[in-house]
């Protein structure tokens, strides 16, 4: 990460609009990877094209709708149930979807403090720390939002992981890596 920051998204549905979005804000803020929390469900060439021709690599995790024939007849990498990324200030990132991984201790290799947990599946943006000391992080859905906020991602940089709404980039929930609690605004 090294002073570029990660652009979390998950719940895309196929929305080529919003991938793009997303991938143009990613550029925008010179992040060093884009990370998808399910739901990707690509459909097309041109979906593929996004990604494969992106300025940042991606992560992907399969969410409840994702096809994993789909992703194999694009040439997209077949995503895995959850995944585990190492952060350059030796913490830790979990990603998984969320319909079959709810918890940090679901996931293969345990969180501790300071750890970065990255759930999707309800289109909700969410951001807050748990008793351990987890940072519990949920983008929403930059193409079926559900709640008052509209389209939402996730950044998480050295000092701080925060919610924004994509088409303005209001800041809708900021959590200091060491700070305890944020709230969402409406």
């Known amino acids: 990460m090294k002073g570029h920051p990660l652009l979390v998204t998950a719940d895309i549905h196929s929305s080529e609009e919003a991938l793009e979005a997303v991938i143009a804000l990613g550029a ?7 990370l998808i929390a399910g739901d990707l469900c690509p459909h097309s060439q041109r979906m593929a094209l996004l990604l494969q021709n992106a300025p940042l690599p991606y992560v992907a995790v399969k969410g409840n709708c994702d096809s994993l024939w789909d992703f194999k007849d694009l040439g997209l990498a077949i995503p895995r149930e959850s995944c585990h990324i190492a952060m ?22 345990p969180l501790t403090s300071g750890d ?24 929403g859905s930059p193409s079926r939002p559900r709640g008052p906020q509209g389209a939402t991602v996730g950044i998480i940089t050295d000092e701080e992981v925060r919610i924004i709404r994509l088409k ?4 809708l929930a900021n959590l200091g890596r060491m700070a305890k609690t944020s709230e969402l605004e409406g």
């Open 168 to 171: 303005d980039g209001k800041v």
């Open 88 to 109: 350059d200030d030796g913490h830790h990132i979990g990603m998984a979807h969320g319909h079959s991984i709810w918890t940090p201790d679901d996931l293969p290799i």
């Open 28 to 34: 925008q803020l010179s992040a060093s990877r884009l």
């Open 116 to 139: 970065i947990f990255i759930l999707g599946h309800s289109h909700v943006p969410l951001l807050e720390k748990d008793g351990k000391g987890i940072i519990h992080l949920n983008p």
